[in-house]
């Protein structure tokens, strides 16, 4: 059996000046953001082995995995037509501008401001074996095998967001956004394969083999707005 488990965060803060088209003027931007994703995944497997007699041999591997991911992440940015920071006594224009009290120095070059947030959770599951029975007829190699395999696979995984931006600048309404998706899928195989193994002579064998696999997958996708 295996277990892992990790976790991390991420605090950023921008700010940054772009130089329009044509030299005259320049737009400058600010950003924080914090993002926490967790990862946990738990492995197990199995080997049995049985010899019911001294002619056959049967041996059965099952495995069993699941893994679980989540996320978040918030962020504020803010563009401007002009140097927030050159303001008298401006320490963090980003923090100003979604001050209950928007300064009016701000607030004539504030141009927009985008306020994000967003979820994901996904989580699979997924179990499988494989049987092997080998019989030997005799003593001078020649046998008759069998082998099974089959599996099954489902995961799930979501996605919540929403963005709300406000404008400063003219009669631009505010958009705010929020968005939904839903991704599930599950999946299955199996085979089996047989064979038969002759001896022809002094380290010289000729088999026969016979297989068969089917596998079966199916996915889906929904988002709302």
Known sequence: VNYRHTGTDVVRTTSSETFLSGGGSSSFGESASFNRSTSTS????????????SMTQVSFRPSFSYSQNDGSSVSRSGTFNSNPHAIAGMYSPLDSLYAAMLPQELQAIAVNRNDSRSLTEGNSKSVSGTLNITRRLGSNGRNVSMRATGGYTHSENEAFSLSDIRYYQGNHAGNLVNQYSDSPSKSYNYGIRLGYVEPLGKKLYAELRYSY??????QDRSRYN
């Open 42 to 53: 738990v492995n197990a497997r199995l080997n049995l082995q049985w010899s019911p007699d």
């Open 213 to 218: 696999n089917y596998r079966y997958t199916d």
